[in-house]
């Protein structure tokens, strides 16, 4: 894994309440995390999305209509992400469209319950990657479903260095509270609350596209 020389506050969470919140983590306050953002803050939890989102990844719309998880039943006809062109260029922007992606690939997990488009963008280097995977899997089991919980990206900031095997950046990552419901409806474990937390992503390119080698939370 290539060394790491920036981010001296960045330090792996460790605890395995990770897998189980999510991402559900970190800074209660509903500001930035972090000064001089390149990208502007957008949407609380639940809000209509703004301009940093809505510019995001394209989506293709599967056979019927989207509807979301809630305490009746399972989402349906989740649109699934579409990596844009952008996002395999080995260029500060192209990095903050792989972001982007990544987050959309996520929310996809979430949602679903799949995780085929997300794990091949992390490296096993990723260990909380792993978890949260882990925690993914858990909100799926036996039927169970997860309603809620969707990430909003408001500021990602990259932090180029020309030249560097590993680049990093740094990430608003706000997070709607997750609902978890059993096969008969019941609930399936104690809801996560609703949370704004800033994390640290490194990121490798290689043979043309982005994967993330490692991730935590920023103190």
């Known amino acids: 894994m290539p060394r790491r020389t920036f981010l001296p506050t960045f330090r792996l969470p460790v605890a395995a ?3 189980a919140a999510l991402l559900l983590a970190g800074c209660s306050s509903g500001g930035s995390p972090f ?13 209509s999305a703004g301009p940093s989102e809505s510019s995001g990844p394209p989506t293709v719309s599967a056979t ?3 509807k979301p998880a809630d305490a009746q ?3 349906q006809n989740v649109p699934v992400p579409v990596m844009p062109a952008l996002a395999r260029e080995n260029t500060k922007e192209g990095l903050e469209a792989f972001i982007r992606y990544w987050y959309a690939q996520q929310n996809f997990s979430i949602e679903t319950g799949d995780l ?4 091949p963008l992390y490296r096993n280097t990723c260990a909380t990657c792993g978890r ?8 799926y089991v036996k039927g169970r479903w997860s309603a809620g919980g969707k ?6 900031e990259v932090l180029w260095v020309d030249g560097a095997e590993a680049q990093q950046s740094k990430v608003q990552v706000v997070q709607d509270q997750a609902d978890y419901y059993n ?6 474990r104690p809801p996560e609350s609703a949370s704004n937390s800033a994390f640290g992503i490194f990121t490798v390119f290689e043979a043309n596209e982005w994967t993330v080698s490692d991730l935590g939370l920023i103190n």
Not at 35 to 47: E, I, L, M, S
Not at 116 to 119: K, Q, R
Not at 132 to 139: C, P, V
């Open 183 to 188: 096969a008969d409806g019941s609930m399936g």
């Open 116 to 119: 085929a488009g997300w794990t």
């Open 132 to 139: 949260i995977a882990t925690g993914i899997k858990d909100s």
């Open 64 to 66: 019927g209509a989207y």
């Open 35 to 47: 000064a001089n953002p390149t990208t502007t803050a957008a949407p609380a939890p639940g809000g």
């Open 73 to 75: 039943g399972k989402a």
């Open 151 to 156: 990430i909003h990206t408001p500021v990602i």
């Open 17 to 19: 309440a990770v897998a």
